[in-house]
């Protein structure tokens, strides 16, 4: 039996709802979320709708995540000189957005839950150190409690990459509004999506204005008017606006939140109620934390048992996986990348003295990861389960 390993939960749902909004965008014939001749307000209404459903003041809608990502360093003002702390277990996105603003990220450790570990963290900060990026990976919150009061003791600011953690929780709270600001994606792989898009939320009015002046190239805006470059508040930004088609999509995604992440829920106890935890060691996650079930992670003591159980579950149509085929750190792409640094520019990342991220080195091999996808019936479930006892017979 071939198993459905599609991992784009959100376009899943994609339904006569979507399909709808988005005529209404077409035929409007504004596209553009500050002018159209029947402007329909549908990135407003986006923006409004995420900042309720995230209980946060500000919503700005972006082109992507990564824009999103990028925007959250530049309102904080992170830039050539600073480093910024986070893991190499995430998207190349998430260390690019701060090579991109001319910062420099200095690469620390996971912990067991894949997640940045709390305990490297206040003997990697120098007098260089900004700010902590916490990656949400895979949908599971990092510890906030012990990194914000880590945070807090250093004046550091923590900023939140919860591109992969829209609808994750901690204590009753979202994952990305526990920092000055986050960064999420609506790309098609993501919880909700519209192809491509993003947006970054905030509690924080200086940071949103900063953020929003930079994503609509620096101008200073009332209203729906065209911006001015000449007010005294105004600088060089870029064009990260996201248009009206993509936010009457991401809208009616938003609607459907909740099934989605109750679906992903469903499939995913469906499996674990059924497979001995004994010898099946899932992915450890903080006490309280609700999660983003986009895939199940089986953890091997040893790198050769975790490839023996993927050529097995292969070969029987399951499509079982490495986590990810390298870590950012180790990238020929990031080493051979030149960033400005307290040092001077250029500065090659590679010189870059790096602490040694023994377990996400160790991790990124003892990982089998599954993609839960939505198109997974009862039968494939059964199947799945069937399978994971057979091997556990067997080996
Ligand atoms: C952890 C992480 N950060 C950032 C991004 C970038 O988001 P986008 O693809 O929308 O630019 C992604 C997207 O895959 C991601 O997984």
């Not at 006490?287 to 023996?308: G, M, R, T, W, Y």
């Not at 070969?315 to 996986?321: L, R, S, V």
Request: proline letters at 3%; charged letters at 20%.
């Amino acid at each position: 039996m071939n198993i459905p390993n599609n991992p784009f939960l959100g376009t899943h749902y994609i339904g006569k709802e979507e399909i709808k909004a988005a005529n209404e965008v077409l035929k409007s014939k504004s596209l553009f979320r500050y002018q159209g001749p029947n402007l329909k307000y549908k990135t407003l209404e986006f923006e409004k709708n995420m900042a309720e459903y995230l209980g946060v003041k500000y919503v700005l809608g972006c082109t992507n995540g990564t824009s999103a990502l990028k925007l959250c360093f530049i309102a904080n003002d992170i830039g050539p000189g600073d480093e910024v702390l986070m893991t190499p277990f995430t998207f190349i996105a998430s260390a690019g957005s701060i090579l991109s603003c001319g910062a420099v990220p200095k690469f620390i450790d996971v912990d067991a839950t894949m997640n940045i570990d709390p305990s490297k963290l206040e003997e990697n900060i120098g007098k260089n150190t900004k700010a902590i990026l916490v990656v949400h990976i895979q949908g599971q919150p990092c510890d906030m409690e012990k990194i914000m009061a880590i945070a807090h003791k250093h004046n550091l600011i923590v900023i939140e990459d919860a591109a992969q953690a829209l609808g994750a929780e901690l204590k009753g709270k979202k994952a990305g509004t526990f920092g000055k600001c986050s960064a999420f994606s609506l790309q098609a792989g993501k919880t909700i999506t519209c192809g491509e898009g993003g947006f970054l939320a905030t509690n924080d009015e200086k940071i949103y204005k900063k953020a929003k002046m930079y994503h609509d190239n620096g101008g200073f805006r009332i209203g729906d008017n065209y911006p001015t470059w000449e007010n005294g508040t105004t600088f060089f930004g870029e064009n990260f606006k996201m248009n009206e088609l993509q936010s009457a999509i991401a809208n009616e995604q938003l609607k459907k939140i909740n099934n989605i992440l109750d679906h992903q829920q469903t499939l995913y106890y469906d499996i674990v109620n059924n497979i001995d935890l004994d010898f099946y060691k899932l992915r450890p996650s903080v006490p309280n934390s609700i999660l983003v079930h986009s895939n199940l992670s089986i953890i091997f003591d040893d790198e050769q048992d975790c490839a023996k159980f993927i050529r097995f579950m292969n070969k029987n149509g399951i499509g079982f996986t490495n986590q990810c085929n390298n870590l950012i750190n180790q990238f020929d792409t990031f080493r051979k990348q030149q960033s400005w640094h307290h040092t001077g520019f250029p500065y090659n990342l590679s010189e870059f003295e790096e602490t040694e991220c023994y377990i996400s080195k160790s991790l990124f091999k003892r990982v089998a990861w599954f993609s839960l996808s939505a198109e997974l019936k009862q039968s494939h479930i059964k199947y799945i389960v069937k399978k994971l006892n057979e091997y556990q017979n067997e080996f």
